[in-house]
């Protein structure tokens, strides 16, 4: 069974610009959800989406966006970049986001914001 | 949010075992315990989780205290691979997903 996929794997803009990064998950599983990590704040939790809908969100700025297709994969959207959104960008799936499953990672996309 | 709490950095001898503690005081009663860990360069990796009984799978044990205020993960005999960053973590209920890393313990194994 092939992992959690996520493109790009790097990624450079600059300040001001929007990005979009995706998310694959593992086939079967219909929850997803974003984290950011940076070397300050660590792991923090952006978004779930699970059948589409959005069930839980961190405490990010609207800038930080995202969305789930029926087919599972997933979108996150960065508008108006700002150097500290510089970060790895990791996604994780399982099977329906229940509290006793357990998530799978990605490798991330490493953005980097000039 | 509840809160969990790890030692900043634990050390250990190859091949000894290694007990990794985690507070986690102001849990519900139904929470899940979850353990990952996270290798340089790579995305957090799945280890272990439990609710109320303590727990084993090949990679590790998960022992939970009666009062579930604390957990411990124990790598029965460490190697240089178990070298990374480990997260204790509290997954809420059904409907509500989300995970709230702490800073974790860097363990650093020593040959």
């Known amino acids: 069974k092939a992992g959690v996929t996520q493109t790009p794997r790097y990624l450079i803009k600059t300040r001001g610009q929007q990005v979009t990064l995706s998310c694959s998950p593992i086939?079967?599983?219909?929850?997803v959800s974003w984290y950011q990590q940076t070397p300050g704040q660590g792991l923090q939790f952006l978004f779930e989406y699970f059948s589409e809908t959005q069930r839980n969100k961190g405490n990010f700025p609207g800038r930080f966006s995202g969305r789930q297709f029926s087919n599972s994969r997933s979108e996150m959207n960065v508008s108006t970049l700002e150097l500290g959104d510089s970060a790895l960008y990791l996604c994780a799936s399982s099977p329906t986001g229940e509290g006793y499953n357990e998530q799978f990672f990605g490798p991330g996309t490493r953005l980097t914001v000039l | 949010d509840a809160k969990t709490t790890q030692p900043n950095s634990m050390e250990s001898n190859e091949e000894e075992p290694v007990h990794l503690p985690c507070n986690h005081s102001t849990i519900s009663g139904t929470d899940y315990i979850h353990w990952y860990r996270q290798l340089p360069s790579q995305g957090p990796e799945y280890v272990i989780h439990g609710l109320t009984s303590n727990v084993n799978n090949r990679m590790a044990s998960l022992a939970i205290a009666e009062d579930r205020k604390s957990s411990t993960l124990i790598l029965h005999r460490a190697t240089l691979r178990d070298a990374a960053v480990y997260y204790c973590i509290l997954s809420y209920p059904s409907g509500t997903y989300k995970y709230i890393f702490g800073t974790g313990t860097r363990l650093k194994v020593l040959a």
């Open positions: 086939s079967g599983h219909r929850s």
